[in-house]
């Protein structure tokens, strides 16, 4: 069973920043990409950041520059590192990993629980 566990989220003020984290555990053979979407009530989900297996990281505009992806492999983990933070960042943030969870399985995304981003005016 794997479960991907995440934490960081609160309230801040605008310009402020927060770090994000979200560790998969469990069996896992391996992973290949990473990252994070998240949502607003009413509104699709929206891809904030995603990592591959090797590093290269993609942003959306409205998050270039100021968010940043980064994984620690030997610890499963994937962190979003939010500065600049603006109110219409407010939204839940989840995070999301394409695992293989032994030798023979297919790859399957698996999802964080969310945590909330909350940043005021």
């Known amino acids: 069973q794997v479960q991907l566990v995440e934490s960081g989220g609160g309230l801040v003020q605008a310009g402020g920043s927060l770090r994000l984290s979200c560790a998969a555990s469990?069996?896992?053979?391996?992973?290949?990409?990473m990252g994070w979407y998240r949502q607003v009530p009413g509104k699709l989900r929206e891809l904030v950041a995603r990592i591959s297996s090797g590093g290269s990281a993609n942003y959306p505009d409205s998050v270039k520059g100021r968010f940043t992806i980064s994984r620690d492999n030997a610890k499963n983990t994937v962190y979003l590192q939010t500065n600049s933070l603006r109110p219409e960042d407010t939204a839940v943030y989840y995070c999301?990993?394409?695992?293989?969870?032994?030798?023979?399985?297919?790859?399957?995304?698996?999802w964080g629980q969310g945590t909330q981003v909350t940043v005021s005016s």
């Open positions: 469990g069996i896992i053979f391996s992973i290949n990409a």
């Open positions: 999301y990993a394409v695992i293989q969870p032994h030798q023979v399985s297919q790859m399957t995304v698996y």
